[in-house]
């Protein structure tokens, strides 16, 4: 995450909830209380046959190079006075898996 810090301009703190994920072949969607709920369609190209979503390699994602590409199908934030909601599905759903460890 030190990599990110740079594009933090304003600590408006912090907010604890139950995380939970669900995942259904390549579609997933995360809640995180009521803070957060956000879920994804995978973009899965041209060929019908294919089981796997179209992904971008060597990206250099601080979470992980390799990224698998979607559409937001439902994205909803309240936190810290902000609200922000989107169901138009136009928006990006990347993904990928990670894991972050306080070293």
């Given amino acids: 995450m030190a990599?990110?810090?740079?594009?933090?301009?304003?600590?408006?703190?912090v907010e604890s909830a139950p995380i939970r994920f669900e995942?259904?072949?390549?579609?997933?969607s995360v809640k995180a209380g009521s803070l957060v709920s956000i879920a994804a369609?995978?973009?899965?190209?041209?060929?019908p046959a294919a089981t796997e979503p179209?992904?971008?390699?060597n990206t250099g994602h601080p979470a992980?190079?390799?990224?698998s590409l979607a559409h937001a199908a439902q994205s909803q934030v309240t936190a810290f006075?902000?609200?922000w909601n989107d169901s138009s599905g136009r928006n990006n759903?990347?993904?990928?898996?990670?894991?972050?460890?306080?070293t």
């Fill in 23 to 28: 995942a259904s072949s390549a579609q997933w």
């Fill in 64 to 67: 992980n190079s390799n990224v």
């Fill in 3 to 13: 990599a990110l810090s740079g594009m933090i301009t304003k600590f408006v703190g």
């Fill in 54 to 57: 179209l992904t971008l390699g």
């Fill in 41 to 47: 369609t995978p973009a899965m190209g041209i060929d």
């Fill in 81 to 83: 006075g902000f609200l």
């Fill in 93 to 102: 759903g990347q993904y990928a898996p990670f894991t972050w460890a306080n």
